[in-house]
């Protein structure tokens, strides 16, 4: 693997060549002379750059090398940071640092990453994750990850931003770890570890917008565009004058982070707010990258979107006019789960709401496919009917379905004991691809709240108003939480001990119970929709799901609402594996039979959920 990663080397930036050799290369069309300022050494020097055609500058210096500051001087009159930047070591308006990758010694020879049928996604904050915040921290808790089940982790943004405490998709240097998570090297560690312990790891990364401190890249050139708005900035040009150069850069840097850094898998950040009109689509483009450089590492690598289009072109293959991602995440699938277990129908949650919505979410996952939706008050989305349930990154709970609350409560705060575990169940019973949010596991009550850490006064009072008019506008009463508070962030952490507590132990023990039977059991194990059947009783709040491999047929029931009575729905003998409402799942006992024969009529406990095996 290391032998590999300097075949492949982004020519933006400070590209370290041989022994005291550095190549600098930006681009900068509104530039007219350009020049890098090396800050190390007795006395500082000044080297001007050539300017290449397409308004890129580039020169290779001597005497340079890993931990040598610099600056760009811009027409003999401003300094700035490189936004191609490796390293920020203090901060988004300090210098840039020269990175040497081959001064890591990576332990992970001959991985080749996981099929993204075999994931089970753990997202976390690394600033909230641990109380040091540090990516060496994360490596501490690892293995009660691995012990746990889960199979990859999800690092939200780590790209540099502005401070010591933000979401990290205020991030302005794209290539940069962050400095106060312990930069370049600190997350190469984590990396490292989790592919020692057999874990992938993917990187949230954000290409529909750079944060708005810090970010210098219009002094260079025409890195945004004011033909688009998003809610968090200027659009990124993807498709206007000068855009061919942009493209390069995002596409590099994608392929930066899973050469150099050996990352298994991109999240990319709200791909709605990527506005590209041009024949060739950037997320086509960059997807096909990606792809390439995993046949030449011979790994396997995954791009995965955040969209809330429910477009399913993102999934479809080239072939047939799509562009071919790996996967997406599934927020139909969390918004029909949360509506049945909390109850909440204000916002987009009023789309939602029964039974029949959770069921055709497992079923073909997207329940908005072309129908009304009056959230909206229009059509919304295409049919993902004929798409593989793997391509659906599903889930209880995350990062933003908690965290843009007004008061950041996690379910587990939301609802009961017993709806938790029924939560836990549909999510890692279903076909898809499962995650969990930090915490969510061993039900983490702590909140995980908005938070940023800005030097601009005028900024932090921007941000405020804006979350106190969203929330307003939203039908919230009260006043937020001050996103710009130390408090606000060291609420959101999480409190870890929590894990060997009463039914915080208990919900954990389920949790590892069914990733086990995800994993051992072949029914559970085959993620295919044909080898699904998909039941929902909308009168009695029942959902009844089957999955079957060879000669193994598995059923799941849920049930959303009070207890029921109802006939069994499968013939045949069964035999009962688990059953939430069971004493020994801390439940108020079950009256499920242990072994069905025949479609007799059976009662359930209220908010439980249960898993039978037919009998041979």
């Not at 040598?68 to 390293?87: G, I, K, N, Q, V």
């Not at 930090?438 to 039900?443: H, T, V």
């Not at 983490?444 to 938070?451: D, I, K, R, S, W």
Request: charged share 25%; aromatic share 10%; glycine share 10%.
């Amino acid at each position: 693997m290391a032998s590999n990663s300097g075949m492949f080397r982004v020519n933006l930036g400070a590209v370290t060549l041989d022994a005291g050799r550095v190549r600098f290369r930006v681009w900068a069309p509104k530039v007219q002379r350009l020049a890098v300022n090396i800050l190390d050494g007795p006395i500082p020097r000044s080297v001007p750059l050539e300017r290449e055609t397409n308004g890129y500058f580039s020169g290779t210096l001597d005497g340079v090398g890993e931990g040598s500051r610099y600056l760009y001087l811009l027409d003999e009159e401003t300094l700035r940071p490189d936004p191609a930047s490796r390293f920020q070591p203090v901060g988004v308006h300090g210098p840039s640092q020269v990175v040497d990758p081959a001064r890591f010694q990576w332990a992970d020879a001959g991985w080749q990453g996981i099929p993204l049928d075999e994931y089970v996604i753990y997202e976390l904050h690394v600033g909230a994750f641990t109380p040091e915040g540090t990516f060496e921290a994360t490596i501490t808790r690892l293995d009660a990850l691995r012990e746990l089940g889960v199979t990859a982790v999800e690092l939200m943004p780590v790209a540099q931003f502005p401070g010591k405490r933000n979401w990290g998709y205020d991030g302005v240097y794209p290539f940069a770890p962050h400095n106060g998570y312990g930069g370049p090297h600190g997350l190469k560690e984590l990396i490292d570890a989790c592919h020692c312990r057999g874990m992938a790891v993917i990187l949230d990364v954000v290409y529909n917008h750079l944060g708005p401190e810090g970010n210098y890249t219009g002094c260079f050139g025409h890195y945004h565009t004011d033909r688009y708005r998003t809610p968090w900035g200027d659009a990124i040009n993807y498709d206007g004058p000068e855009s061919d150069p942009v493209r390069h850069f995002i596409v590099s840097n994608a392929l930066y982070w899973v050469t150099e850094y050996h990352a298994d898998a991109l999240r990319l950040d709200a791909v709605h707010g990527i506005f590209d009109f041009g024949a060739r689509h950037i997320l086509d483009e960059l997807t096909v990258a990606v792809h390439r450089r995993a046949r030449m590492l011979g790994r396997r690598i995954h791009v995965i979107a955040e969209s809330d289009l429910n477009d399913v072109r993102l999934l479809k293959p080239h072939r047939q006019g799509g562009y071919n991602l790996d996967a997406q995440w599934s927020d139909d699938f969390h918004h029909s789960l949360h509506t049945l277990l909390a109850g909440e129908q204000e916002g987009y949650y009023r789309d939602f709401g029964g039974v029949t919505h959770l069921a055709k979410a497992v079923r073909e996952g997207f329940v908005y496919d072309g129908t009304y939706s009056a959230y909206r008050r229009r059509r919304h989305g295409s049919s993902s009917r004929l798409r593989p349930a793997h391509q659906f990154v599903v889930c209880a709970q995350n990062h933003d379905q908690t965290g843009n609350r007004m008061h950041g409560e996690r379910l587990a705060t939301l609802v009961s004991f017993e709806a938790l575990k029924v939560a836990a169940g549909v999510l890692f019973l279903s076909p898809c691809v499962p995650l969990l949010f930090m915490g969510e596991e061993y039900g983490e009550t702590a909140p995980f709240l908005y938070f940023i850490d800005h030097s601009d006064p005028d900024l932090v009072a921007a941000v405020r108003r804006g979350r106190r008019e969203e929330f307003e506008a939203a039908g919230y009463r009260g006043k937020p939480p001050d996103p710009a508070a130390r408090e606000t962030f060291a609420r959101s952490r999480l409190a870890w001990d929590l894990r060997g507590r009463g039914r915080h132990r208990t919900l954990l023990a389920l949790c590892r119970t069914l990733i086990s039977l995800r994993r051992e059991r072949p029914a559970l194990a085959l993620l295919e929709r044909k080898n699904l059947a998909v039941r929902a009783l909308e009168t009695e709040r029942l959902l009844f799901m089957e999955r079957w491999s060879g000669d193994e047929r598995l059923l799941s029931l849920f049930n959303f609402s009070r207890e029921a009575r109802f006939p069994f729905p499968a013939a045949g003998s069964w035999r009962k594996l688990l059953d939430s409402a069971g004493h020994d799942w801390n439940g108020p006992g079950s009256p499920l039979p242990a072994t069905v024969r025949g479609e007799r009529q059976v009662a359930m406990a209220g908010q439980s959920f249960a898993l039978y095996r037919k009998e041979p």
